[in-house]
């Protein structure tokens, strides 16, 4: 979903905790300055999620939806994942040097070697 990143941003802090529409009080305000929450912004981008129905109004709390919360959840996944497959190219890239590290951090982010195996394997090498 093509969301801006004050929209993400917006997005996490409702997944976090709920807030108060930051003009209406010099306290919500506070608080969203605290959260990183342009107080300017904020009725266009809560407006935006609320039409994409990622966030709804409870009374004076602007919450994240289910489906606002699985999307933030996706992205925060798929952002692991690719650092995940960052670190085993690096790996696989380093593994050509004959480091046993290497080897064992590649096979550790594909899944095909357990932690503690690595470990004991790392040891015995050293």
Known sequence: ?????AQWHLLGE???????????SAAAAATAAARDV??????SEVAALTWLKLAERSGDQWTVTD???ALHYRRQCESLELRLSEVARLAA???????PF???????AQG?????????DL???A
Do not use: I, N, Q, W
Request: negative net charge; proline residues 8%; charged residues 25%.
């Open 1 to 5: 979903m093509d969301l801006t990143d």
């Open 14 to 24: 409702l997944v976090s905790a709920g807030m108060t529409d930051p003009s209406g």
């Open 38 to 43: 342009d107080p300017h912004v904020f009725p």
């Open 67 to 69: 489906l606002g919360a």
């Open 93 to 99: 890239d380093d593994e050509a040097s004959g480091t």
């Open 102 to 108: 290497a080897s064992a951090v590649r096979r550790l």
């Open 112 to 120: 095909s070697l357990p932690f503690a195996t690595a470990m004991e």
């Open 123 to 125: 040891r015995r090498t």
